[in-house]
């Protein structure tokens, strides 16, 4: 069967919780969109998203969607999935498309969107986005991927000792105090940035 150009969900809440009764809320979305959520979890393998399409169900972040399943054509699938990006190695890293970083090593991940890392507290020169992104570039960070979840090229730099305690200080221009605390005090060893292309 050929890709409709719309589909019929049904969504509703997966968050965890205990028991509650959630809405259901029916909407016509985009094929694009439906696809969107599909490749966050199965990439571009054709065998899954025909399994996924077939089985009319998936969880996707805390909301679950639901249709009518059918057997797509594989022909409309290989289209439709021609019109999102693949995977480029040969892309370098561009700090002014960079969205957000993401510092891994400690016990939980902490999570540095541009724009709330771009912000200066009052009296300080330089920003903390800048630091990062500069310490990134001079990094030579490795490709890692296309995230279909985010929209955006991952790279990613091991970071040593030194540039930890630098990241530490640069914390200090942060405005918000809890992810000011969280750099400061968490432990860190890698940084994976975003890219928007």
Not at 93 to 120: D, H, K, M, N, S
Not at 125 to 147: H, K, T
Request: net charge positive; aromatic share 8%.
């Amino acid at each position: 069967m050929a890709m409709p150009a719309t589909v019929r969900v049904k969504l509703s809440s997966e968050a965890a919780g205990g028991i509650a009764i959630t809405p259901v809320v029916v909407q016509e979305l985009r094929i694009r969109d439906l696809m969107g959520h599909m490749l966050a979890i199965a990439g571009k393998d054709e065998a899954r998203l025909i399994e996924i399409l077939l089985r009319g169900s998936l969880v996707s972040g805390a909301s679950r969607f639901r249709w009518a399943g059918w057997e797509a054509d594989r022909e409309s699938l290989r289209e439709l999935l021609a019109a999102f990006p693949d995977p480029d190695p040969t892309l370098a890293f561009a700090p002014g498309r960079c969205t957000r970083a993401v510092l891994t090593g400690g016990r939980q991940a902490i999570e540095i969107g541009r724009e709330a890392a771009a912000g200066r507290r009052l009296f300080r020169r330089g920003g903390f986005w800048e630091e990062l992104m500069e310490m990134v570039s001079g990094s030579a960070p490795v490709y890692a991927g296309y995230s279909y979840r985010d929209s955006a090229d991952r790279y990613r730099c091991l970071l040593t000792a030194g540039t930890c305690a630098r990241l530490r200080a640069a914390a200090q221009s942060l405005r918000h105090s809890t992810l000011r605390a969280r750099i400061q005090t968490e432990g860190f060893g890698v940084v994976e940035v975003y890219t928007e292309r």
